[in-house]
C-alpha cells in the first residue's frame, strides 16, 4: 500500500488514500482493543445496509495497527455547507433526514449506549454527589436500542458526484436511546461555535422525529459530563458548564 497521500489528520490517526483504498493507521499510543472494537463496530453497522464504506482488513503497517475501508469518492458535507451557504436549509435537512435512517436501524450485538456513558462519567474529574446525580438521571431514562452514531456532525458525511450520502467514523457506535445522539450532535454543533446552526438543528430533529425538545435537552448533561473525558481542555470547560445544567426553557 501506498503512504504518500495524506487526505487527514487527526489526534492519534493519520488516514491516508491509494487509489479506491482509505487507509487509517493508529500511532502506538492507540491500544490494539480499541483499534479491533473500532472495526468490530464497523462490521456490525455494514450489516444494517446503510451507505458506509465497505471494510476490508484490519492489518499492521510499519509495525502500527491499521484499518483498511473503501475510499468513497464525493465532497465532505462540511465542505458543501462552507462553499455553499444558501443551500444550508437544504444540506441540514438531508442531515437530519440521514441521522433518522441511522436511528431507524438494529445492531443488537454493539455496546449499549447507558453502559458506554456509566463508564466515562466514572472517569470524569466531577465530584461524587454530581457523579450520582448522573448515573441515577441516565437509570430512569427509557432504554432504547436504536442504532447512535456517537459523533455524528457534518464532517463525517460524505455526498457522491451522484448525490448518495455515506456516514464515515463508527468507531463510537452504540445502540441505545436516539434522543442522547442528537444531544451529542447539538453539542457538536455548539463546540464549532455554530449555535445558530445548533438550536436550528434541534429544532429540525424534534420535528422530523415527534421527539419534545426538553426530552434532548435532558439528556445535554449526561452526554457533556460522557464527552468530557477527551483530552481536549478547551472542550472540556466548554462541557462541563453543560454537566450544570438542570432547568430549560
Given at each position: ?17 491509494d487509489g479506491n483504498k482509505c ?114 438521571r441516565l437509570t430512569s431514562a ?107 426553557e
Open positions: 500500500m501506498k503512504l504518500d497521500n495524506i487526505i487527514a489528520e487527526r489526534i492519534n490517526k493519520t488516514i491516508y488514500r487507509i487509517k493507521i493508529f500511532d502506538e499510543s492507540y491500544s490494539k482493543a480499541d483499534v479491533l472494537n473500532e472495526a468490530l463496530n464497523h462490521a456490525r453497522v455494514e450489516e444494517t445496509g446503510l451507505n458506509i464504506p465497505e471494510l476490508s482488513e484490519v492489518t499492521r503497517i510499519n509495525g502500527k495497527w491499521a484499518i483498511v475501508s473503501q475510499f468513497i469518492e464525493g465532497e465532505n458535507l462540511a465542505d458543501l455547507i462552507a462553499a455553499d451557504p444558501a443551500k444550508y436549509d437544504e444540506y441540514l435537512n438531508m442531515f437530519v433526514d440521514l441521522q433518522l435512517e441511522i436511528q431507524s436501524k438494529r445492531s443488537p450485538l454493539l455496546s449499549q449506549l447507558k453502559d458506554k456513558m456509566n463508564r466515562k462519567i466514572d472517569l470524569t474529574d466531577l465530584d461524587e454527589t454530581t457523579k450520582y446525580d448522573l448515573h441515577t427509557p432504554d432504547h436500542s436504536k442504532l447512535c452514531h456517537g459523533d455524528y456532525n457534518t464532517s463525517n458525511i460524505i455526498i457522491t458526484p451522484d448525490g448518495t450520502p455515506y456516514v464515515l467514523d463508527w468507531a463510537h457506535a452504540t445502540q441505545g436511546n436516539a434522543s442522547a445522539d442528537a444531544a451529542r450532535t447539538y453539542l457538536l454543533f455548539c463546540l464549532s461555535g455554530n449555535i445558530a446552526g445548533a438550536d436550528k438543528y434541534l429544532d429540525l430533529f424534534c420535528q422530523k422525529s415527534g421527539t419534545a425538545k426538553k426530552y434532548v435537552q435532558s439528556w445535554m448533561p449526561i452526554v457533556a459530563a460522557s464527552q468530557s473525558v477527551k483530552k481536549n481542555c478547551k472542550e472540556k470547560e466548554i462541557l462541563l458548564r453543560w454537566v450544570n445544567v438542570v432547568d430549560y
